[in-house]
Structure formats: C-alpha cells, structure tokens
C-alpha cells in the first residue's frame, strides 16, 4: 500500500447497488475517507456487517470482512477483536439490524468498553424488504406496510445508548460528509466502544434528506461530551437534531486491555490457566 493512503485504496471491485441515491453511499466515502486519513493499512481492517441494504458494506470495502447474520454484527466484531486485538474491528448495520433483532446486543458492548466503532445508518425504514416501518420510523409513517399509519413510538438511539454508560456516542448526517468524516475518524481513534447513528436516508422507501437539512444542527459549541447529563438533555432534542459527538470519555479502560491485563495476573498466580479460564473469570 503506499505511504499516504487515499479512500480508494479501500475501494473493492465490488460495485455497490444501492438505490441511486441512497444515503450509504456517502457513509461508505466518508468511511474510506476515514480509513485513508488515519493512514490504516487494508489488512488490518476488518469490517462485521449483518443482514440489510447497510449490511452489504464488507463487499464494497477492500478490507477484510464477514457478512453475519440479522442482528449480530456486534457479537462477531467482539470475538473478531478478542481473537486478535491489534486489528481495527468495525462493526456496520442498519436500524432494524441494530434496534430491533439486535438491539439486545448493544448494552453488553458499551458495558463491555470492546474498543469497536458501531455505526448505524439509520433510514427509519426496512428498506430491502420494501419498505416496512423500523424501530425509528417516526410516528405515522405511511408505507405499503403501514398503509394507515404507524402505532409504535419511535426509539431514541442516541438517548438509549447513553444510557448504557457508553463511552463514545455520536449522531452523523450522510448529507454533511466532511463533519462525517471527522466523526468516524474519532470513533476509530477511540480505546473503546464507540456507537454512531448516521441519519442516511432511504430515497425510495422515506426520502428525508429535506427535512433533517431543516432540522439537523451542530452541537452547541459550549458541550462538554463528558458531561453525561447534558448530554442526555440534548439527546431529547427534536428540533433541532444535533450532530456531532454527544460523549466522550476514556475514564474507563477497552474490554481487550483489561482482558490482556487480567491475563497477565492470572498467569502471573496460575501459570497453567487457560485463556478460557480467564475470560469466564472476566465475565464474572
């Protein structure tokens, strides 16, 4: 690879067939993008994907990659980061992949600190099975599935995840790439879990790039990411929807640190133990 990388050194010779339009296009520029600018070589990449339009991103990506099952791209990027921890795990999905099947994955990884960025192209819509209201469809969506509205209360992702303690959490705009990129490059550079919701909009299905470039706005300038609170406080913002990083902290160590720490003593006391001995102690 050469010494001063560019995002189409990620490039696969994959095209991707996404809809014309469609919002992950820009999340995947943003993230090569991100790739190249922390200078990161291809083959210390992997990026975990589950099932969804999003969920295509490994093909696309000169990296290596595993394209998993519906809902659990966080389980495979933490056994794919514990099995070799030097390596830049990223786990990509979308809002029925990450909020609904596997929505029960996301507490453990941010209570875990597994040093993973998980980003969430979030299109409020399950797109690849024609347009069914998601865990974040606004209320009264209209769709072939919901053709008279819909009943269920949007989730708040940015609100929830937070609430897991989680020590990075961001919300990004496919339609604001260069504030994207710098999003991505801080989740990457960050010891631990860092969750990012990118509002990327389904033009075929619920085309919403109007309304968030009405609403979105950036972060008050005077927020400090790691006051919890406040965080939380404008996390409940409708309008304006803030972008930019709601939290950031490094006042607790990543999950493959603290293994390797306790591994250390372990060995230091028990020089037969196991290293699955040490992560069943671990997990206790």
């Not at 589950?50 to 519906?70: D, K, M």
């Not at 875990?112 to 690849?128: A, L």
């Not at 803030?242 to 493959?256: A, K, M, Q």
């Amino acid at each position: 690879m050469m010494n001063t990388p560019k995002a189409k050194d990620y490039k696969s010779g994959v095209k991707p067939i996404w809809c014309p339009g469609c919002g992950d296009y820009a999340v995947l520029n943003a993230l090569m993008r991100a790739f190249a600018e922390l200078a990161l070589p291809p083959e210390d990449i992997v990026v975990a994907s589950g099932i969804g339009c999003s969920s295509r991103f490994p093909a696309f990506l000169n990296t290596y990659g595993f394209h998993g099952v519906h809902g659990r791209p966080l389980p495979l990027a933490t056994g794919i980061k514990l099995s070799n921890p030097a390596k830049t795990v990223v786990a990509v999905g979308g809002d029925g992949d990450g909020f609904s099947i596997g929505g029960g994955h996301i507490p453990h990884a941010a209570r875990r600190n597994i040093e993973i960025p998980y980003i969430v192209m979030d299109n409020s819509i399950y797109g690849m099975t024609k347009g069914q209201p998601s865990p974040t469809s606004p209320p009264e969506t209209h769709c072939k599935a919901s053709p008279y509205g819909t009943l269920e209360a949007p989730l708040t992702p940015i609100m929830m995840v937070l609430a897991y303690q989680a020590t990075f959490v961001a919300r990004a705009f496919s339609g604001a790439l260069k504030e994207m990129v710098a999003i991505f490059k801080a989740a990457l550079r960050h010891p631990g879990f860092a969750f990012v919701q990118v509002l990327s909009p389904c033009v075929s299905f619920l085309d919403t790039y109007q309304h968030y470039r009405e609403i979105t706005a950036p972060l008050p300038a005077e927020h400090d990411p790691g006051d919890l609170m406040a965080a939380m406080q404008l996390s409940q913002s409708v309008e304006p929807l803030y972008l930019g990083i709601f939290r950031h902290t490094e006042e607790r160590p990543g999950y493959s640190q603290g293994l390797q720490e306790l591994r250390v003593r372990a060995e230091e006391k028990l020089p037969d133990l196991t290293m699955f001995d040490v992560l069943d102690s671990y997990e206790r």
